[in-house]
Every structure is written in structure tokens, then in C-alpha cells.
């Protein structure tokens, strides 16, 4: 099922299962994994990835014979989701089915993802093991933040680890986390920064250290990523409006740097 449509990871998909592994991450990473060859598993932070896990805004579905096709965002980019329609059973997933017990997924929803990244044609996509809507939305907050602990644990290394080689405070993990939820430095590109409160330093370094893409970051994910509540983030984000450090993209709530 699916045929030609595996795309280039098909061949490396044999024989992997064995050492598969489930990494929560966000669309930009996704976007953003190397692939030294062809048919050769992706990479994200130079560390192979076989299955993926990431939650997104359902932003279309379309349904053909063979496959149910979601594009997702998750405010750091946008990717589609293949999920393949058994001929043989009705998939639990297809919005077609009007049958109350089972859980539907529609369109500006936020849903889960488990898969398997693949490219097609030069396009990536993740073809979807199980594709479910969220109901508590504060799963999408969670996962956002098991990303960016995972990712600091490749970039940085294990804490202990960073402990021990910058003291028992730990220091460079501290330093790193300033983008996410620490205050960070009173610099800009070697410039002061301007007297602004603390929390409006945090979602800065935040904007500044988080994988996103050109129109930045939405406040929930800044919420989500510095530990702060919504109401807190749009007080900072105003704070840094007002000093020329930060612009709003495509909503007011989608900010991204100013050069400063």
C-alpha cells in the first residue's frame, strides 16, 4: 500500500525497525534534517531519526482514494501528513465517518502526530502511523517543550555531563536555557540592551535562541517554550514592541527580532 509514493526512505526503511527510535520535534526540524544521501535515514542535530513525533494546527485535509493527506503548522512551519486508507478496514482517522465514538479530526484543530519522515519528488512529508486530535491543549505546551529538552540534550549534552565539566551549578546548560526561560545577557550584537523588565528579557532570548521559521514564533509557543502564561508573554512582547526589538508577522500574535 502506497507503492511508489514511499519516496526515498523506503530502502532504508528495511531492516531499521530493529533500532527505531521516536523523537518528539517540531515542523521546522523536520523541514530542517539533513539527508547525506538518498537512502539514507534523516538527520536532526547530526543524529538519525527514524519515527517522529509533533503536534500541529490542521490547517487543510484532503481526501483521495488511497490516502487522507493534512497539512500541519505548528508556528515553526508547515508540513503535510499522509496517512494511507486501508481498503480492507475504515480507518479510525477518516472524517468521513460519522460515527460519534470515534475521535474526528477537522480542520483548524490541533492534532498529534506519530511517523515516519519521507521525501517525494524532492518533497518531504511524514507518512502517519496514527494521527489523532488533541483534546487537552495543554499536550501541545508539553510536547513543545520535550522538543527543545531533547534538542538541548544532543546540541549540550546530558546535564550531569554539563555539571561536571562547568561545575555544579551547571552553567552552560543555564546559559543555553536563557532562550528558554532564562533572562540570558543585557546584550544585542555587542550593543546594551534596553532597560526592559525581566520577563520581556526571557521572551527576547527566547525569539532569539528558538528553531523557527521567517515569520517567527507564535505567542503560545513563546508561552509554551519560556514557562511563562499568555497573558505574561503579551505583556513582555509589548514591552519589546515599544523598544523597536521585536515586529509582528503575520497575526499580532506572531512576533519574530528586529535587527537592533
Known amino acids: 500500500m502506497g507503492g511508489s509514493q514511499s ?75 499522509k496517512q494511507w486508507i486501508d481498503a480492507d478496514a475504515t480507518t479510525s482517522m477518516d472524517t468521513s465517518d460519522g460515527t460519534a465514538s470515534k475521535p474526528r479530526l477537522i480542520e483548524n484543530e490541533w492534532a498529534r502526530v506519530w511517523g515516519r519522515l519521507k521525501a517525494f519528488n524532492n518533497k518531504r512529508h511524514v507518512g502517519a502511523h496514527v ?42 546548560y543555564g546559559q543555553d536555557q536563557a532562550g528558554y526561560g532564562g533572562s540570558g545577557d543585557t546584550t544585542i550584537n555587542g550593543r546594551q540592551m534596553p532597560n526592559v523588565s525581566v520577563a520581556a528579557r526571557k521572551v527576547y532570548q527566547t525569539l532569539k535562541n528558538s528553531p523557527q521559521n521567517n515569520e517567527g514564533l507564535h505567542v503560545q509557543n513563546i508561552a509554551a517554550l519560556v514557562g511563562m502564561n499568555v497573558a505574561d508573554v503579551m505583556k513582555a512582547g509589548d514591552e519589546l514592541l515599544s523598544h523597536s526589538m521585536i515586529f509582528t508577522t503575520v497575526d499580532d500574535n506572531t512576533w519574530a527580532l528586529l535587527e537592533f
Open 131 to 172: 494521527i489523532r486530535p488533541i483534546a487537552d491543549k495543554m499536550e501541545i505546551q508539553y510536547h513543545l517543550l520535550e522538543a527543545t529538552y531533547v534538542h538541548l540534550y544532543f546540541i549540550k549534552g546530558p546535564l550531569d555531563q554539563i555539571k561536571q565539566e562547568n561545575g555544579a551549578d551547571g552553567n552552560a
Open 7 to 81: 519516496g526515498s526512505q523506503g530502502a532504508a526503511g528495511k531492516g531499521t525497525y530493529g533500532k527505531d527510535t521516536l523523537r518528539p520535534v517540531t515542523i521546522k526540524q523536520v523541514l530542517d534534517a539533513q539527508q547525506p544521501h538518498p537512502d539514507a535515514e534523516f538527520k536532526i542535530d547530526d543524529v538519525e531519526i527514524t519515527q517522529v513525533s509533533f503536534v500541529g494546527q490542521i490547517r487543510n485535509i484532503s481526501t483521495q482514494t488511497t490516502n487522507i493527506t493534512y497539512k500541519l503548522d505548528d508556528g515553526t512551519g508547515t508540513i503535510e501528513v
